[in-house]
């Protein structure tokens, strides 16, 4: 059976699909303005679990991987729809309430407007579909496919905490028992993440990208797709890939904590790449925005090679996909 | 506990929200132009089941109750949103292309172009959001609001078919299996129905209505819905309404064919309001477009009249809803 990408892939060529496979599509708006759109569906028992999380929590992590695609095409986000399916017992508790509470509090801060959505019932299952529209300056919304050999590969934040807080949810942590800071800082990166609008505008309006990408599948997986889209490789540097603190209470190994950096999904940090004379003489702006730099493109299309102190090893993939 | 009405109302309330409540959000676009655009869930077992339909027709009905939103919108379809969630078996088998082939086979024929949407796992249902986007000239997007009393109500088609054919599949009939071409008609108006863009746009390039929703819920609730939005009442007179003529081959009394064609939902055809001195000296163009006059509006805020040849009567929405 062919893997969620392949398969995206193929419908894109059997129905010749120029706009599928960025984070979002880019629609003409007006003689200024692109419009960017994208969908996310989120289930129970794939993507969140009642028993892990809080209703608020669903409705905030429903917008905010969407509010991320939007972040990763350089946008500003405008408009939202919502389609929420959910069973009978769902419906006659406060669970749909406080979704929607969870979801106006991110969408006020970024003056995210509901337009739209449906109700549905489901049979079993919570499912909801979130979908979120934003606007960049005419042709300036950035792809995954602009990234050319020697430009530098940033990152927007540190990684692997919203991995570290599913390894504590799985060992059956849950926010409201943890004393620990470190423990409610990870676990709040899995349930809550913070999508990065603020930095995808950063490097929209200054346009400081020539490719882009959100880091919700890993790492590892996240970059293949960027060189992938881009024809392009990458070398990144362990020493430079920026760990989450919070991960060192998890685990002491600094390989394991690592791991959760490269291969971890859902970190919903952005990736992207910055062409050389672009980033020198803007130091202080990158450090500002803390945007890590991690490595650099390569023509070695569709290689990953990682550069460790001890040896350079090639990688693959290893983040998460559905089918 | 609130209906998906009541809760509809309520979220619109306490968030403020301008912009929901009719069959599309309407959006500027440019100095032109409106964008207007729907969102619609699907789900195994409450809207579809797999033994009483075909994957090609799941992809085509997903379209079709998103492109009959927008045609009820008066707006031309433009760009789709398709988010499909299915269970592993699923995506191990044909549904997943046939779905997309019966969608495709559809869109191509609106020129609707499919630029994005998600791939996701479920447990166990299938579940799929439709979403689509269409156009219309600045400010002439038709609302279900603008009914005034003395207009006159119409349909732009026969009613109660789909309900007919979901009483023959419940029945046990099988579209593969019945031979009667009456047999074959409902059940494909209740699985493959075919969405009335053509009549949307004929009645909103016109600006023919003043008011307009499609038929998804059953004609006495989505009456109620528009002259709720309206401030206005109706009154309008079983003789006139349409029957699907096929609906004589499975009840022969009357009384029950009316009975599918005033409650019966997913018909989706259009209901709307035209004032009268925009009929009037048109009506061969009313003729051409099959549109069915039904009755008039009245003042009598939110009370549906029904005049029959021996007595008029006060109906109540009797539609589909999903809580």
Redesign the interface.
């Known amino acids: ?1 062919p893997t ?1 990408f392949q ?2 892939d193929r ?1 894109r060529e059997k ?1 010749s ?1 120029g ?2 496979g960025d984070d ?2 880019v ?1 003409p ?3 200024r303005t692109d ?1 960017v ?11 969140f679990r009642l028993d892990w999380t809080r209703p608020e929590f669903v409705g905030h992590k429903a917008l905010a991987v969407s509010l991320s695609d939007v972040a990763a095409m350089g946008a500003r986000p405008v ?1 939202a ?1 919502v ?3 959910v069973p ?1 017992k769902i ?2 508790s406060d669970f ?1 309430d406080r979704f ?1 509470e969870g979801w ?1 509090a991110l969408a006020g801060r970024h003056e995210v ?13 919570i ?1 909801v ?1 979130s ?1 979120v529209a934003g606007e960049t300056r005419k042709s300036q919304a950035v792809l995954r496919s602009g990234a050319r050999p020697g430009d530098l590969i940033f990152v927007s934040g540190e990684l692997g905490g919203a991995a570290g807080g599913l390894r504590l949810l799985m060992n059956g942590s849950r926010s409201e028992e943890t004393t620990k800071h470190w423990q409610n800082r990870l676990i709040d990166r899995q349930l809550k993440p913070e999508p990065e609008v603020a930095a995808g505008r950063a490097v929209g309006s200054r346009r400081l990208a020539s490719a882009m990408i959100d880091l919700s599948d890993g790492l590892s997986s996240d970059l293949f797709h960027l060189c992938r889209a881009s024809g392009v490789g990458a070398k990144i540097f362990r020493d430079l890939i920026p760990l989450d603190p919070n991960l060192a209470g998890l685990v002491q190994d600094a390989e394991q904590q690592f791991q959760f950096a490269l291969n971890g999904g859902e970190d919903f940090k952005l990736l992207f790449t910055v062409a050389p004379d672009i980033f020198f003489g803007r130091e202080k702006l990158f450090e500002k925005h803390s945007f890590f730099r991690l490595g650099e493109v390569t023509a070695n299309t569709e290689i990953i090679e990682l550069v460790a102190p001890s040896e350079t090893s090639v990688i693959e993939p290893r983040g998460f996909r ?2």
Chains 1, 2 share one sequence.
């Open positions: 059976m969620e398969f995206l419908l129905y699909l706009r599928i979002c599509a629609l708006k007006d003689a419009l759109v994208t969908a996310d569906l989120l289930v129970e028992e794939i993507d408009w729809m389609s929420i399916g009978e419906w006659n749909v929607y106006f407007e509901l337009v739209g959505g449906d109700v549905s019932r489901t049979p079993d299952k499912v579909d979908i559905h089918f």
